[in-house]
């Protein structure tokens, strides 16, 4: 069945770096743009990040311009997530999600159980 | 502050009716299609609606969707225990270049 595990999620000091991941299985991974999305203790959702299904296009939150990349690899139906100079209210719940179009956005179909990310001193 | 704006709570009895508003602009809900999410408790999120009103398999009836202008509406008849949820909606901003989410709507079975 279609499955995303994310992982990669820890205790991380501010102002250090960490990477995710996120897994896929049972669909045509290259075939969908994919998203990050957290969500911050008691919070909303927030959404992180895109990439297209080639890597050619991917668009960010203004929160994490600048310190955070999104990159993929189709060889290996993963989805990953650089973060770098991390502050405390970058802590939440990251989830890997699947976009329905294969270009930036049309939907999500697809969520991951997510990954947490805490970062403190 | 989202972009999108939703009540944050909505209740109603069971079997009853709940409407959830979400209000948008025309660089977001007045370009593009909205879809619904339902979050249970320490689940992940669903996809509900998808193209403003479209049910994926499996969703059943009683939920519903529309949008009119720069505002989307998520309705949910005969209201169930098991709909006690958040709710949120979600569309891309043309002139962000971002995916945007409204803040939520927890649902109260009374």
């Known amino acids: 069945q279609v499955q995303l595990v994310e992982s990669g999620g820890g205790v991380v000091q501010p102002g250090r770096s960490l990477g995710l991941s996120c897994a896929a299985s049972g669909f045509t991974f290259s075939t969908h743009a994919m998203h990050w999305v957290r969500q911050a203790p008691g919070k909303g959702l927030e959404w992180v990040a895109v990439i297209s299904y080639d890597g050619s296009k991917n668009y960010y939150a203004d929160s994490v311009k600048g310190r955070f990349s999104i990159s993929r690899d189709n060889s290996k139906n993963t989805l990953y997530l650089q973060m770098s100079s991390l502050r405390a209210d970058d802590t939440a719940v990251y989830h890997c999600?699947?976009?329905?179009?294969?270009?930036?956005?049309?939907?999500?179909?697809?969520w991951g159980k997510g990954t947490t990310v805490t970062v403190s001193s | 502050q989202s972009v999108l704006t939703q009540p944050p709570s909505v209740s109603a009895a069971p079997g009853q009716k709940v409407t959830i508003s979400c209000s948008g602009s025309g660089s977001n809900i007045g370009k593009n299609y909205v879809s619904w999410y339902q979050q249970l408790p320490g689940t992940a999120p669903k996809l509900l609606i998808y193209d403003n009103n479209k049910r994926p398999s499996g969703i059943p009836d009683r939920f519903s969707g529309s949008k009119s202008g720069t505002s989307a509406t998520l309705g949910i008849t005969g209201l169930q225990t098991g709909d006690e949820a958040d709710y949120y909606c979600?569309?891309?901003?043309?002139?962000?270049?971002?995916?945007?989410f409204g803040g939520g709507t927890k649902v109260t079975v009374l």
């Open positions: 979600g569309t891309w901003d043309s002139s962000l270049s971002a995916a945007v």
């Open positions: 999600a699947r976009d329905v179009s294969p270009s930036y956005y049309y939907y999500i179909d697809v």
